[in-house]
């Protein structure tokens, strides 16, 4: 097995771990205001995300940046209900009129906190000189985007499917799926060990 195929691999089980859904969930909360023909906006901002995710492991794994692994523990489902609850606060405005600047810059900073997430699993698991940790942090980057889009896709393709065979409006199907996410993380939210000590 190569270098390339096993980094990639861990890319991909980074998302499409179970034990992983916060990913995912950002994923679903990120992707739900869209359909099909804003594909390339989606795949914009999940590739942001991606860069962002990629930015901070550099930064960690080269010595730059040292983020307490509490904080970053909090941040991530705050991340997640945070886009949730603008999906929902945002209900009935176009997505075609929302500012793209802006969008872009959360969602790198988003990125930022969940690659900071992972960040110290993966110095763990890299050794070596600091020029053999651009191609395994290359190659976890593209596992990363590949499984991102995956989970982009099914989350397309099942609110299609939901929209198009219960009739359901696109306003109540983002509703329902980004109630359920600010449901499932505030808890996460409210129950971390950050506020335990």
């Known amino acids: 097995m190569t270098e390339f195929y096993v980094y990639f691999q861990i890319g991909l089980q980074h998302v499409l771990n179970i034990n992983a859904y916060d990913h995912v969930l950002f994923l679903m909360a990120l992707t739900v205001p869209y359909t099909f023909e804003a594909w390339k906006k989606i795949v914009w901002l999940v590739s942001v995300f991606t860069i962002g995710h990629t930015l ?3 930064l960690s794994v080269f010595g730059i940046l040292n983020v307490t692994a509490r904080w970053i523990e909090l941040l991530i489902p705050i991340t997640i209900w945070l886009t949730a609850f603008s999906n929902i606060v945002n209900l009935g405005k ?52 590949a499984s991102q889009m995956l989970v ?46």
């Open 152 to 197: 982009v896709f099914m989350v397309l393709l099942v609110g299609y499917c939901v929209q198009t065979l219960t009739k359901l409006s696109k306003r109540d199907w983002i509703l329902t799926l980004s109630a359920c996410i600010v449901g499932i993380t505030l808890p996460l939210i409210l129950q971390n060990e950050f506020w335990k000590n």
């Open 56 to 58: 901070a492991l550099v």
């Open 94 to 145: 176009s997505t075609k009129n929302s500012s793209n600047h802006y969008l872009t810059m959360v969602t790198l900073f988003f990125g930022i906190v969940h690659g900071l997430g992972f960040s110290n699993y993966f110095k763990s698991i890299l050794g070596g000189t600091t020029v053999s940790k651009i191609a395994p942090l290359s190659s976890f980057a593209l596992g990363i985007e």
